[in-house]
C-alpha cells in the first residue's frame, strides 16, 4: 500500500506518519507514505497556491492549478489510482471503508485548506469525498491521517498479532470488551474473577455479554443495527433483553 498525500503541511504528515505502528510498517515495507507539497507546484515566485473567491466572501480558495500539477507528478509513476478529497462534505468515513481502501495498491489523498478549494479542480481528479465525523477542522492533514491509520492497520502484516484486527470493536458489528492486565488488584478493584478461572468457554460468554452491554449502553445505535441485520444469536437476543429490563 502507497500513500501519497497531497498536502500544504508535508512535515505534519512525515511526522506522525514515522511513529508506533505506521513508523514501523514503513521501516518495513509494508506501506509508504510520501508527502508532497503541493506549493513545489506553484508558478508564482512567492508559491501562492490559493487566491480570493470569485464572487466574494470571507478567506481565500485553493487554486486548480498546482493541485492539478501535483496530482499529475504523482500519478503519472502510480497509474489510475483512487484520490481522497478529506472534506467535511464527504461520507462519513467507516471501518468498511477502510477494509476496502486497504485492498488498493496507490491512494491519493488531497487535503483541502482555507475555506476550500476551487470546484473544477476537485470534478476532474476526485473519486471519493471523506469526511471524519461532523465537525470542522481546521485543514485536511489530520483526517487524512486519520484514514491512513484505519486502512493502513488493514493491510495484511501491519498488526503483528493478526487476531487483534478481527476481534476489535467494529469488526463484528459490536464494542469491545473490557481488557484487564496485572496487577490483580489495582486501587483496590479486583480483576472480574471469571477472567482467572482458566474456564474458556466462561470466559467467552463473559465476554460476549461484556460486548453486548457495552454496545447497548454506549452505542445503541450499532446494536439496533446488528438486530435488525439478524446477526445475533438468539442467546444474544435473550441477553439483551435481560439488560433491558434491568
Ligand atoms: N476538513 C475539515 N474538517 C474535516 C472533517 N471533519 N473531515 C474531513 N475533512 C475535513
Known amino acids: 500500500m502507497h500513500f501519497h498525500v497531497?498536502?500544504?503541511f508535508p512535515d505534519m504528515i512525515t511526522a506522525a506518519m514515522s511513529q508506533?505502528?505506521?513508523g514501523r510498517a514503513q521501516k518495513q515495507g509494508i506501506i509508504s507514505v510520501e508527502a508532497v507539497d503541493i506549493r513545489d507546484f506553484s508558478k508564482d515566485k512567492h508559491r501562492h497556491v490559493d487566491d480570493y473567491p470569485y464572487g466574494g466572501g470571507a478567506g481565500m480558495v485553493m487554486?486548480?492549478?498546482p493541485i492539478y500539477d501535483c496530482y499529475q507528478s504523482i500519478a503519472a509513476r502510480t497509474g489510475k489510482a483512487r484520490v481522497i478529497y478529506t472534506t467535511p462534505q464527504g461520507r462519513v468515513f467507516s471501518q468498511k471503508d477502510a477494509r476496502e481502501l486497504a485492498r488498493e495498491?496507490?491512494?491519493i489523498i488531497l487535503c483541502g485548506h482555507y475555506e476550500g478549494v476551487d470546484e473544477r479542480v476537485l470534478e476532474e481528479i476526485v473519486t471519493d469525498n471523506f469526511s471524519i465525523g461532523d465537525?470542522?477542522?481546521t485543514g485536511g492533514e489530520l483526517p487524512a491521517m486519520v484514514m491512513m491509520d484505519a486502512v493502513a492497520r488493514?493491510?495484511?502484516?501491519?498488526l503483528t498479532n493478526e487476531?487483534?484486527?478481527s476481534e476489535e470493536s467494529f469488526e463484528g458489528g459490536l464494542l469491545e470488551y473490557p481488557q484487564y492486565t496485572r496487577p490483580?488488584?489495582?486501587h483496590g478493584v479486583s480483576v472480574p474473577p471469571v477472567l482467572l478461572s482458566g474456564h474458556h468457554a466462561n470466559i467467552e460468554r463473559w465476554r460476549r455479554r461484556q460486548s453486548l452491554e457495552r454496545t447497548c449502553k454506549r452505542r445503541p445505535d450499532l446494536l439496533q443495527k446488528e438486530i435488525e441485520a439478524g446477526r445475533l444469536s438468539p442467546e444474544d437476543l435473550n441477553i439483551i433483553s435481560q439488560l433491558e429490563s434491568e
Not at 488493514?154 to 501491519?158: F, R, T, Y
Request: glycine letters at 8%; proline letters at 8%; a negative charge.
Open 20 to 22: 508506533s505502528i505506521i
Open 135 to 137: 465537525y470542522v477542522l
Open 105 to 107: 495498491e496507490d491512494l
Open 6 to 8: 497531497m498536502t500544504l
Open 154 to 158: 488493514m493491510v495484511p502484516g501491519v
Open 63 to 65: 487554486q486548480p492549478g
Open 163 to 165: 487476531s487483534s484486527a
Open 184 to 186: 490483580e488488584v489495582y
